[in-house]
């Protein structure tokens, strides 16, 4: 897989949610998602990069716009170095929160999501991967 | 802008959500909100939200705590306008909103707020705000 464009943005506050999400929406508009495709994957960064400032304590979001052979997608870092998640099985599963919201982040992620990847370790931070390629 | 304005008509108060939301100011739209149902004795909440681009868990809370909170304080609330795109993904990210009432426009939840009004109290008359 080919990375043609790259970006990273800085997540420490509830704005720099905002700015993720409208930065998601250009960069998903620009490889032709469509309508429905660019809502989900801009509502899928805006749990993750809620996320990444409410529990990691802020953190970085990556937009690269990539390519493989036959298609373009999107594909979405968002990195932190906060407590990390202690069970991952748990915290995907939905209804499950640490932090008063719906629990509904990480498994409504990884549904609006055509790939998802999540490393997590104790201590160390977090870090969750999200592609939504353009069929 | 760090407050969404919220209009009153009659019994009613009106709100258009027209800016990409932060959290701390939906958290602030729910607690004027539920204030302004009280000082200005209202029966009724209409949330245009055709302007929102997506509804994430964050803003579906709010808008789930603002019909409970309304419906303790003898308000109902219509949520109307929601983009097609906006529901597919709501329910694919595992919010059916239940509880909130829906229209397709304004027009229509005006309508459904009247309604509920006069089915709720055969002496509509009575309870006039002026």
Sequence with gaps: MAVENSRSLGLTSQEDVVIVRQAVRTAAVEIGLTLVDQTKIVTAASELARNTVVHGGGGTARLEIVRDTTKRGLRLTFEDRGPGIADLDLAMRDGYTTGGGLGLGLGGAKRLSTEFEIESKPGMGTRVTITRWKV | ?130
């Design chain 2, 1 to 130: 802008m760090d407050r969404i304005p919220i209009l009153r008509l009659g019994r009613f108060l009106l709100v258009t959500i027209q800016v990409d939301m932060h959290d701390r100011l939906a958290l602030t739209l729910q607690d004027d909100l539920t204030e302004q149902i009280v000082s200005s004795r209202a029966r009724g909440v209409l949330i245009d939200i055709s302007a929102l681009d997506i509804v994430d868990s964050f803003i579906g809370r709010m808008l789930a705590n603002i019909a409970s909170m309304a419906r303790i304080l003898d308000a109902e609330t219509v949520v109307v306008g929601m983009q097609p795109s906006v529901a597919i993904t709501l329910v694919e990210l595992g919010l059916s909103l239940p509880g909130i009432r829906t229209a397709l426009n304004v027009d229509r939840g005006m309508d459904l707020l009247r309604a509920s009004g006069e089915s709720e109290d055969p002496t509509s008359g009575s309870r006039e705000l002026t």
